[in-house]
């Protein structure tokens, strides 16, 4: 009987360890959410300045003029959460085809569109319109153009040519959130930089 | 019960369990091999940020480079053929005397192209400028440059460019929001005034036309950590191996104040001309050693020790200054990359 009792755990133990384990988890999670949150918050910078970057290259490479759109997408957050490249066809440039995939945007993360935090969204020089996408349909977009030159067709402020990407929950507050990626983009010689808190 | 490793004599007194040793020994273990897997995943982390830093810094200053060289190719001066008289005073001016009486035929253009030592050619600092460090370019090229978006679809419009290196804060071309610090770096700067405030035509000396919106601040950032730009003008290297001919100080003013020399008399080479060719240099620091060296707002004494009397006015001592930076960086541990190319200038018709 005492050998028994010795070599096993009794259920109290078991339940202090399981509690002990338990309390860690819940400690745990919300450290791991908020990490996993920012990497998302990276990529998601990194995808909007990549595709700059990308659509800089493509105009001065080909010389031709390279337009930027913003996608809409819907869900639980609906906002501007893709970017995809156009350019003219070869054959004709008066007709405008994409150049590449709508590159979206990790879940849980949008591009604010109100005009502080994104004034290259708010004053879009390619103003809010709708557009059949191939393989989506008709879908909002708005969005800008870059030149074969290099540089944009914004306005020559390059303090308000930046769009932000925030939480998908802080999409519509205009006071700046805790955590957010800024895409800054020069308008004369299409340099992208990316700001992060 | 009892396990087959224990002693019987120690059965009843002690039962089958870890002993605080044991469990010392378990945990000092599980310890340690924690500290080394987060050391080697810190490390091999920041190794990879590094990496990526340098990759990111360069990869900004080579497209920098890119634009750079595409708007100075095309810079014009649209040089045309006028009298002169015996004073050497051409005759398209307003201020030309109606008693002009010409005497020689020469070149002449109301338009500018000059370079040389920073220091000399800015006078007013932009706003959020401190220091201006080897030399700097001005020139007009037709870039359709315009903040009037009635203009936008006149893609030749002329407007005032220039490249410099310089010191100072990011404050001014921020995202409005933002409060992040000031950010104090060497930056190569773009000077880029719209085409309709060039002011070139209203005065046929000087350089106001660039100094003049420069110090307004219509300069932009084209890429970080940039110390050191050189510009020499000169002849193809098969016309002129040691570069010396166009300039010996790395100096070159189209608006040049020299006298006409000779007979018949010629004007000085530098005069209402593009030079043909442009040797360009950039010295460009990682951002790992550009944060190791911050200072704030004060230029980073070791980019100021290791620029000291280099590139400054014979173009003969190129390759023994480049060398010069070169190890003085390493010197100081710093990382760093040179970027060099000639560029041609298309609209030069080069008469010596």
């Known amino acids: 009987m005492v050998a028994m009792r010795t070599c096993a755990f009794s259920l109290v133990e078991l339940l202090v360890v399981v509690a002990i384990i338990g309390l860690l988890a819940v400690l745990a999670i919300p450290a791991m959410n908020n990490i996993t949150g920012g990497t998302s918050m990276t990529r998601a910078g990194q995808i909007v300045a990549d595709q700059f970057a990308y659509a800089r290259q493509e105009a001065v490479g080909k010389n031709r003029e390279v337009q930027v759109r913003f996608v809409w997408r819907d869900g639980s957050q609906p906002g501007y959460a893709g970017v995809q490249l156009w350019a003219p066809a070869p054959n004709d440039v008066t007709s405008y085809r994409p150049i590449s995939r709508i590159s979206w945007l990790p879940d849980g993360t949008v591009m604010a569109s109100n005009s502080k935090m994104s004034p290259l969204i708010a004053g879009a020089s390619i103003r809010e319109t709708n557009g059949v996408f191939p393989g989506r349909g008709n879908t909002k977009y708005c969005g800008f153009r870059f030149r074969p030159g290099g540089g944009t067709d914004l306005g020559f402020d390059t303090t308000s040519n930046f769009v932000t990407v925030v939480r998908d929950r802080d999409a519509s507050k205009t006071d700046v959130p805790d955590n957010y990626a800024v895409i800054q983009v020069d308008q004369v010689n299409g340099r992208v930089r990316t700001y992060r808190p | 019960m009892r396990f087959k490793w224990q002693p019987a004599d120690r059965q009843a007194t002690h039962p089958a369990a870890f002993t605080l040793l044991e469990v010392l020994a378990a945990v000092t273990l599980l310890a340690m091999i924690l500290v080394m897997t987060g050391s080697i995943i810190s490390s091999s982390s920041r190794a990879w940020r590094q990496a990526n830093a340098k990759i990111e810094t360069f990869q900004d200053a080579r497209a920098a480079f890119d634009v750079m060289t595409a708007r100075l190719s095309r810079a014009t001066l649209n040089t045309y053929w006028d009298y002169y008289d015996s004073s050497r005073k051409p005759f398209r001016l307003s201020s030309s005397p109606s008693t002009f009486v010409p005497d020689q035929y020469g070149r002449y253009s109301d338009l500018h192209f000059l370079c040389g030592p920073a220091s000399s050619l800015i006078t007013g600092m932009p706003p959020g400028i401190s220091a201006v460090a080897t030399q700097a370019i001005f020139f007009i090229a037709p870039t359709g440059l315009s903040s009037n978006a009635d203009y936008s679809a006149l893609p030749g419009l002329l407007s005032a460019c220039g490249y410099f290196v310089a ?72 016309d002129d191996a040691a570069g010396t001919q166009i300039s010996d100080d790395y100096t070159y003013d189209s608006r040049t104040a020299d006298a006409w020399s000779g007979t018949p008399p010629r004007q000085p080479a530098q005069a209402h001309q593009l030079p043909p060719n442009l040797q360009l240099t950039l010295v460009v620091i990682d951002e790992i050693s550009a944060k190791r060296i911050d200072k704030g707002q004060a230029p980073p004494a070791e980019i ?37 190319t000639t560029v041609s200038l298309r609209e030069s018709k080069w008469s010596p």
């Open chain 2, 304 to 340: 100021t020790a290791a620029l000291a009397g280099l590139f400054a006015n014979d173009v003969t001592q190129y390759a023994s200054d480049l060398k010069k930076l070169q190890d003085r960086l390493a010197d100081k541990n710093i990382g760093f990359r040179v970027f060099s």
């Open chain 2, 167 to 238: 010191f100072g804060d990011d404050d001014a071309s921020k995202p409005g929001f933002l409060s992040t610090p000031s950010r104090y770096r060497w930056r190569l700067m773009e000077l880029s005034a719209p085409a309709e405030k060039l002011s070139v035509f209203t005065s046929s000396s000087g350089d106001s036309w660039a100094t003049t919106p420069l110090s307004q601040g219509q300069v932009r950032a084209v890429a970080e950590n940039v110390i050191a730009l050189i510009v020499w003008p000169r002849l193809s290297t098969q």
